[in-house]
C-alpha cells in the first residue's frame, strides 16, 4: 500500500502555464525579471553568465548566494510576484 | 529601497487616478475601495494626494486584463505574475495593470457582497447556517428561482439576515446595459447561449446579452463571477462538477493530479476525459489592496526593494496589518518628502439653544432658537476645500458651511456673495447643513442635519422631525444630497443609495432604496453634495464635482472653486 503514486502530466487545454524543466524556469525567470539579458554598451554586447545572474537574484530576494539553482532559489522563483523587472533594462 | 533611473517621480502632488474597467471577481464597491485604500497608505506618508476621475485621461490608469492585453508584458494565467505598473511619466507611465486570471479577493476567501435581501448590502458571512445545515459558498438551496443567496451573519435560522450573491441572474457590470440581469437564452450571431460566454470577445471575459437577441438589440454585460465558480482553465464562471473522472479515475474534490505545479484543479462535467473542461478552484485569492498598494509604489517611483518585509519587495505576502515597512517610507519620502500640516479634522459642532428634537414638538411656529456665532467678513468661500451642502434656492446656488452660507447670483454677475449667517435667515437650523432643496411647487425649504429634518414655508419653520417620519430607515446617519425629479419628487442620496420622496405625501415610495452606482453610472459612490442646477445634476466629492447630463452621462469633471464659484 505504500507504493509510490506515479503521477502523469496532462496537458490542459487553454492553459497559459506549462510545464517546464527546473533549468528553463530559472531562464525565463532570470531573463524575465531583467537579471540574465543583452546589455548594450557603446555597440559592445555582452551577455551576463547564468551563476552571475542568479547570485544578483539571490542578492535581490535575501537569499543566500551560492550562484546555483539551489532549492530555495527554485522556490522563490515559483513563488508569486510583481511583473515589474527587478533590474531595469 | 529603490528607485527608477533618473529618479522618475510626478511633477505634481495632486495625483488623479481612474479605473478602467473592473475584475468579475468582486463587487465593484469593493474593488473601489481596495484601491482608494491602497492609495490612502501612500498618502498618508507623503504630501501626496489621489483624486479619482470617472472619464478622459488620469496620471493612474488602472485596468485589469488577461495574458496579451495591450502592452508587451503579457500576464502569464493564473498565479506567477499577478500586476505591474509604469514609473511616473507621460502615456502608459504610471498605469497599473492587474492579472483577471488571478483571483482577486482581500486575502482570504472570497470576498461576496451582497445585493437586496434585508441586510443592507452586507458581506456573506461563511459559514452560515441554514436549516441546521453549514453553508461555505453562496446557495441555491431553499429557493426555487435559481439565484445564489447566503446569510450575513452566522445563523441564518435566528437572525433572518440575508442577501443575494453576484450571479448572472441578478445583475450584470460594464458593457452597455446598466447593470440588467442576463437573458437566458439569447441570439448573439445567430447562435443561441443558455449561459455567459466569452465567443466574440479576445479578452476572455464572459458575458450575456440583456435581452433575448443580442444581434438585434445590441444589449450586453459582463458576468460576475459567482464564489462557486472555478477560475481560469477553460470552464471559467462554471462551478466544480463532483465526481468528475480524470484519467479513469473517480474525483469528488478538487486535485492537482495531472499538473506538475500542485495547483489544485477540477473537471466542470462530469467526465474531464471526454469533455476536457477544467479549471482552478477558488482559493484565498490575492489581496487586491496589497497588490494594488505595491503597484502604486512602482506608479509614484518606487522600485522594487530587497527587504522582505517592505511592500515593495516584488514578491506577494499577505500581511494584515498596515503595508508600510520604514524602508517604503523612507523611498516614498525621497522623492516626495514627508506629509506636512495637520490631518484635517471634522467640524467641531456649535454651542446651539435649539432643543433636542422631540417628534411631539412638531408644530408649525416662529422659532427663538439660533445659532450664536457672528458672521466673520474676512471667512472667504474661495478658501474652503469642500461645503456641507450645495443647493439652489430661488434660481441662485447656496453653498453652506459650518454656520455660514454664501450664494451666487446670475443677476449679480455670478460673483461670490457672503458669508451670510444660517442663523440669521434660517433661525431654527443647526451649524452643519447636510443636504437642502427647495420645493419647486410649493417653494417651501427642506433642510437636512444628522437623522432631522426642517421644513421652511417663508419665516414659519415645521421641525425638527426625524427623517425616519418620512420612511428613511433608522439606520441613516445624514441625507448627504438631494435631486428634484419631475413635480413634487426628490430623490434623497445617503451612502450608497438613493430613495424618492413625494414631496406632498411626505413619504419615500415603495422600490426604494436603489444603489446610486446603478442608476448613476460615473460618479462617486461617497458624493457628499448631490444637486441639480440648469439642468444638470451634480456630484461633489472633496474639491471636486462631477457633472451629469440629463442622459446620465458624465460631461464633466472641475473643481467646485473654479467652476462654480468662480473663484
Redesign the interface.
Same mark, same amino acid.
Given at each position: 500500500w505504500s507504493h509510490p503514486i506515479k503521477s502523469t502530466f496532462v496537458t490542459f487545454p487553454g492553459d497559459i502555464i506549462k510545464n517546464k524543466t527546473d533549468s528553463e524556469l530559472a531562464e525565463s525567470y532570470l531573463k524575465k525579471f531583467g537579471y540574465l539579458n543583452t546589455e548594450q554598451r557603446s555597440g559592445f554586447q555582452s551577455m551576463v553568465s547564468t551563476g552571475k545572474a542568479l547570485k544578483r537574484m539571490q542578492r535581490q530576494m535575501g537569499l543566500e548566494e551560492t550562484g546555483e539553482l539551489d532549492k530555495a532559489t527554485l522556490e522563490a522563483m515559483k513563488q508569486p510576484r510583481c511583473g515589474v523587472p527587478d533590474v531595469a533594462n | 529601497y529603490q528607485t527608477?533611473?533618473g529618479d522618475l517621480k510626478w511633477d505634481h502632488n495632486d495625483i488623479t487616478y481612474r479605473i478602467v474597467n473592473y475584475s468579475p471577481d468582486m463587487e465593484s464597491s469593493l474593488i473601489d475601495d481596495a484601491f482608494a485604500r491602497a492609495f490612502n497608505v501612500w498618502s498618508q506618508v507623503t504630501p501626496l494626494t489621489f483624486t479619482r476621475l470617472f472619464d478622459g485621461t488620469a496620471d493612474i490608469m488602472i485596468s485589469f486584463g488577461k @495574458?496579451d492585453h495591450g502592452d508587451p508584458?503579457p500576464?502569464?494565467?493564473?498565479?506567477?505574475?499577478? @500586476?505591474? @505598473?509604469y514609473p511616473p511619466g507621460e502615456g502608459v507611465q504610471g498605469d497599473a495593470h492587474f492579472?483577471d486570471?488571478e483571483f482577486w479577493t482581500l486575502g482570504k476567501g472570497p470576498v461576496v457582497k451582497t445585493r437586496y435581501g434585508n441586510a443592507n448590502g452586507a458581506l456573506c458571512h461563511f459559514p452560515f447556517t441554514f436549516e441546521g445545515r453549514s453553508y461555505t459558498t453562496c446557495t441555491t438551496e431553499g429557493r426555487t428561482d435559481n439565484l445564489p443567496w447566503c446569510g450575513t451573519t452566522a445563523d441564518y435560522d435566528k437572525d433572518k439576515e440575508y442577501g443575494f450573491c453576484p450571479s448572472e441572474l441578478l445583475y450584470t457590470f460594464g458593457g452597455n446595459a446598466d447593470g440588467a440581469e442576463c437573458v437566458f437564452p439569447f441570439t448573439f450571431l445567430g447562435e443561441e447561449y443558455d449561459s455567459c460566454t466569452t465567443e466574440g470577445r479576445s479578452d476572455g471575459y464572459r458575458w450575456c446579452a440583456t435581452t433575448s437577441n443580442f444581434d438585434k438589440d445590441k444589449k450586453f454585460g459582463f458576468c460576475p463571477t459567482r464564489d462557486t465558480a472555478v477560475i481560469?482553465? $477553460?470552464s471559467e464562471g462554471e462551478p466544480c462538477h463532483f465526481p468528475f473522472v480524470f484519467?479513469g479515475k473517480k474525483y469528488s474534490s478538487c486535485t492537482s493530479?495531472?499538473?506538475?505545479?500542485g495547483k489544485l484543479?477540477c473537471g466542470t462535467t462530469d467526465n474531464y476525459d471526454d469533455d476536457?473542461k477544467?479549471g482552478f478552484c477558488p482559493d484565498k485569492g490575492?489581496s487586491l489592496f496589497l497588490?494594488a498598494a505595491?503597484?502604486f509604489g512602482?506608479a509614484l517611483g518606487l522600485?522594487?526593494s $530587497?527587504?522582505?518585509d517592505a511592500l515593495m519587495y516584488?514578491?506577494?505576502s499577505y500581511v494584515e496589518k498596515f503595508p508600510l515597512h520604514k524602508d517604503d517610507i523612507e523611498g516614498i519620502q525621497y522623492l516626495y518628502g514627508p506629509k506636512t500640516g495637520p490631518d484635517p479634522t471634522p467640524p467641531q459642532p456649535r454651542t446651539t439653544t435649539t432643543p433636542f428634537p422631540d417628534d411631539k414638538s412638531e408644530a408649525t411656529k416662529p422659532t427663538t432658537t439660533t445659532t450664536t456665532s457672528p458672521v466673520d467678513p474676512t471667512k472667504d468661500a474661495c478658501k474652503l476645500g469642500s461645503f456641507d451642502t450645495i443647493t439652489v434656492i430661488e434660481g441662485e446656488l447656496h453653498f453652506f458651511k459650518d454656520g455660514h452660507y454664501w450664494k451666487i447670483s446670475s443677476r449679480n454677475g455670478e460673483s461670490v456673495m457672503g458669508p451670510f449667517s444660517i442663523s440669521e435667515r434660517w433661525p431654527a437650523l443647526p451649524a452643519v447643513i447636510d443636504s437642502a432643496f427647495e420645493d419647486l411647487q410649493t417653494k417651501k425649504m427642506y433642510f437636512f442635519s444628522g437623522a432631522r429634518f426642517w421644513v421652511y414655508t417663508g419665516k414659519n419653520v415645521l421641525g425638527p422631525r426625524s427623517i425616519e417620519k418620512l420612511g428613511l430607515p433608522n439606520t441613516i446617519q445624514k441625507v448627504e444630497g438631494a435631486l428634484q425629479r419631475g413635480k413634487g419628487k426628490v430623490l434623497l442620496f445617503s451612502g450608497e443609495n438613493f430613495w424618492r420622496l413625494d414631496v406632498k405625501a411626505q413619504k419615500i415610495d415603495a422600490g426604494y432604496p436603489r444603489y446610486t452606482d446603478v442608476v448613476f453610472g460615473g460618479v462617486p459612490n461617497d458624493a457628499h453634495d448631490v444637486f441639480q442646477y440648469k439642468g444638470h445634476m451634480y456630484f461633489c466629492r472633496e474639491r471636486f464635482y462631477w457633472r451629469m447630463n440629463s442622459r446620465r452621462q458624465v460631461d464633466r469633471v472641475g473643481y467646485v472653486k473654479y467652476d462654480l464659484l468662480k473663484c
Open positions: - | 527608477f533611473d @495574458a508584458y500576464f502569464d494565467g493564473k498565479d506567477g505574475l499577478l @500586476a505591474h @505598473a492579472d486570471d481560469g482553465g $477553460n484519467l493530479e495531472g499538473r506538475g505545479d484543479w476536457k477544467w490575492y497588490v505595491h503597484e512602482h522600485d522594487h $530587497n527587504i522582505r516584488p514578491m506577494y
